[in-house]
């Protein structure tokens, strides 16, 4: 089994940043794919963004696509969600995701396709 912690969300004004922790439990990490995902109310789980196992792999939502970086620390079980230039639209509820898979990070857009899921954490951006 994988636990997954996210952690750093919180209330930030647009144009701001937040960097968001989320760590795993257990020795496999390095094996896992990892991604990140957000649901504001009333709305369906959004994709954000998708690391491979050895991080060489990335893939990003276009809504997302250079302002957030996503990157993993292999050694201490944990993958972030750098998000700068933050705006109102960008406001729910972030969600840690993992999978051994190995599909191409592209294909992991489908919520469908993660096994594991952290509980969230709320990012608030005020405008």
């Known amino acids: 089994q994988v636990q997954l912690v996210e952690s750093g969300g919180g209330l930030v004004q647009g144009g701001g940043s937040l960097r968001l922790p989320c760590a795993a439990s257990g020795r496999t990490f390095s094996s896992l794919a990892m991604g990140w995902f957000r649901q504001a109310p009333g709305k369906e789980r959004e994709f954000v963004a998708a690391i491979s196992w050895g991080g060489s792999s990335k893939y990003y939502a276009d809504s997302v696509l250079g302002r957030f970086t996503i990157s993993r620390d292999n050694t201490k079980n944990t993958v972030y969600l750098q998000m700068n230039s933050l705006k109102p639209g960008d406001t729910a509820v972030y969600h840690c995701?993992?999978?051994?898979?190995?599909?191409?990070?592209?294909?992991?857009?489908?919520?469908?396709?993660?096994?594991?899921w952290g509980q969230g954490t709320q990012v608030t951006v005020s405008s």
């Open positions: 995701a993992a999978d051994f898979g190995s599909l191409p990070m592209r294909d992991y857009r489908s919520p469908n396709e993660w096994r594991y």
